[in-house]
C-alpha cells in the first residue's frame, strides 16, 4: 500500500516564489530516495496556497525521505519563516 500527501502552505505574497523554489529543491533530493513514486508542486490559481504533493511506496520511505528534507531545511511538521499561517498537511494510504 502506498503512502502519500499532499499539504497545502500559505507564504507570503512577497515570498511565494522563494517558497516555490524551496519546494522544488526538496522534490528534487525526495526523487533519489528509496521508495519514492512521485512529486508535485503546485500554486492555486490565486497565488494564496502553494500544493505539494507526494507518493512513497510505503509510510518508512515516505519518513525517511521526510528526514532527508529536513536536512535541506525544509520543516515537514512547522511553520517555516515565509509562511504566515499553519499548513495544512493531509496524509493518504492507497487502496
Known amino acids: 500500500m502506498a503512502f502519500g500527501f499532499v499539504a497545502f502552505h500559505y507564504p507570503a505574497p512577497e515570498h511565494v516564489e ?3 523554489g524551496q519546494c522544488h529543491r526538496v522534490a528534487e533530493a525526495a526523487r533519489s530516495q528509496p521508495g519514492f513514486l512521485s512529486v508535485g508542486v503546485w500554486v492555486t490559481p490565486d497565488g494564496e496556497a ?8 510505503s509510510e518508512e520511505t515516505f519518513r525517511a525521505a521526510a528526514e532527508a528534507a529536513r536536512e535541506l531545511g525544509a520543516t515537514p511538521e512547522g511553520l517555516s519563516d515565509l509562511e504566515v499561517r499553519p499548513r495544512q498537511v493531509h496524509f493518504l494510504l492507497s487502496r
Not at 50 to 57: H, I, L, N, Y
Request: net charge negative; glycine share 10%.
Open 50 to 57: 502553494v500544493v505539494t504533493t507526494g507518493a512513497f511506496a
Open 18 to 20: 522563494e517558497f516555490v
